[in-house]
């Protein structure tokens, strides 16, 4: 389990944590977990989310087993500064939807003594780093990976598998639209996937002849 830093007070800086991992892995639950520590501590704390991701809620941060906690939805990561001042604690979820100047907000906020913790893919559904989340877990002083159960094998499971065939690089869902896969279920699947389209071809071909 992950344990705060200990604060030593001589020191004005704070630091960055990245919570990173497939859909279904837990990323947001632990988000809230940390930040409502933060809150019985009586901490100044908030939190923000980028203004796309309505699936649960306009305002809050809800996990996928509906633990939630109220946020600021923010269109673009420039806003996070202005918002931030005089914080202690800031949380933002689902980072991969913000534009790379999130980085440096980031940075900005924890050298300015504000401990800052980021939730988001690390990888998107075509198993690539996702946006600014390489860059985020670089310049962070902790980052844990948690991971989804494989729903083909059982195995734990770090690639976020699209059900459907839409091919845009952002798209809001849940189990619906995306499955968590192992990297043996992910290859696979994704060797079926560019395997049906030419079955499909051939089969054309062939009542054509």
């Not at 989310?49 to 420039?78: C, F, G, L, Q």
């Not at 001042?85 to 100047?101: K, L, P, R, S, T």
């Not at 948690?146 to 083909?152: E, G, I, L, Q």
């Not at 059900?163 to 499955?179: A, H, I, P, S």
Request: proline share 4%.
């Amino acid at each position: 389990m992950f344990l705060e830093n200990t604060v030593n007070h001589k020191e004005q800086f704070g630091w960055i944590e990245v919570i990173c991992g497939s859909m279904f892995s837990g990323k947001t639950e632990e988000l809230i977990r940390r930040l409502k520590r933060a809150q019985f501590a009586k901490q100044k704390v908030e939190i923000f989310k980028p203004s796309i991701d309505t699936r649960y809620d306009e305002e809050m941060v809800v996990s996928h087993n509906k633990n939630e906690i109220r946020s600021t939805p923010v269109p673009a990561a420039a806003n996070i500064a202005i918002l931030a001042q005089g914080c202690d604690v800031v949380g933002i979820d689902e980072a991969q939807f913000f534009d790379d100047e999130i980085v440096k907000i980031c940075n900005d906020l924890a050298n300015s003594g504000i401990r800052v913790i980021v939730a988001g893919l690390d990888m998107d559904f075509k198993g690539n780093p996702f946006g600014p989340m390489p860059a985020l877990m670089a310049t962070a002083e902790y980052v844990t990976k948690v991971h989804a159960v494989c729903t083909r094998t059982g195995n734990l499971a770090n690639y976020s598998y699209r059900k459907t065939d839409n091919d845009n690089l952002v798209l809001l869902g849940e189990t619906e639209e995306y499955e968590p896969l192992s990297r043996a279920a992910y290859y696979e699947a994704m060797r079926k996937g560019q395997e049906e389209p030419e079955t499909a071809s051939a089969k054309t071909r062939k009542n054509l002849q």
